[in-house]
């Protein structure tokens, strides 16, 4: 069966730190790939997504970055981050691209910037 | 981008009770997701809707579907208090990302 894994849980950054969350995926391949940050209580906006290896598409401009170095490998970059970054991270994965497939997503990590 | 809107924000009820949380928009969509959320975790999918028209049951829980495609409902009957979280409605496009509405927090209290 197919698992993600996200970590950390939670995190404490304080402003100009670097932030690097990792997220990877077992029991599929060729997973697109996605980060979405969402505010408390409030729908998810999505960030970053990725159809393979290296190729990473932008949604929004910001302080963030993503990188997929491997298959199922996901990881959202920061060099400096801002107080405005403190939310709530999720990866998720879904299968190969088309209408309705369903998204699963990881537990997500709760940043904090101080 | 389409602007999916959910209301109520925020509902509160005691076990038993019924409860419907609604998505619209002005747009016709493609086709619809809800996902429940709880607190710490990740949304998890309940049903895709495709339809105009479509009726779909959980168990307890009842998604409609409107006829136009631009409105979708969530019913559910004599709520538990293992209900409450975070409902979400989300319209996927074709490399599967998801547009959120804001959600609606539902609470059963026992």
């Known amino acids: 069966s197919q698992t993600i894994h996200q970590w950390p849980a939670t995190l404490v950054q304080p402003v100009g730190s670097p932030l690097s969350l990792e997220c990877t995926v077992e029991g599929t391949s060729n997973p697109n790939l996605y980060w979405y940050r969402q505010a408390a209580g409030r729908g998810l906006q999505l960030l970053f997504y990725s159809v393979g290896i290296g190729q990473i598409s932008s949604e929004v401009p910001q302080n963030l970055s993503a990188s997929r170095p491997q298959d199922r490998q996901f990881i959202l970059s920061s060099k400096k981050l801002l107080l405005s970054d403190s939310g709530f991270y999720l990866c998720?994965?879904?299968?190969?691209?088309?209408?309705?497939?369903?998204?699963?997503f990881g537990q997500g990590t709760r940043l904090t910037v101080v | 981008t389409q602007l999916l809107e959910q209301s109520p924000q925020f509902l509160s009820i005691q076990e038993g009770e019924n409860l419907t949380v609604y998505c619209n928009s002005s747009?016709?969509?493609?086709?619809l997701q809800w996902y429940r959320q709880e607190p710490g975790e990740g949304p998890v999918l309940l049903v895709t809707v495709v339809t105009g028209g479509e009726v779909k049951k959980l168990k307890r829980l009842t998604f409609q579907f409107g006829d136009a495609r631009k409105d979708s409902s969530l019913h559910i009957t004599a709520a538990q208090p293992g209900d409450t979280g975070l409902y979400l409605c989300?319209?996927?496009?074709?490399?599967?990302?998801?547009?959120f509405g804001a959600g609606t927090q539902v609470v059963v209290t026992p």
């Open positions: 998720a994965w879904s299968g190969a691209a088309y209408m309705n497939t369903e998204a699963f």
């Open positions: 747009s016709v969509f493609s086709s």
């Open positions: 989300a319209e996927p496009d074709s490399w599967g990302k998801l547009q």
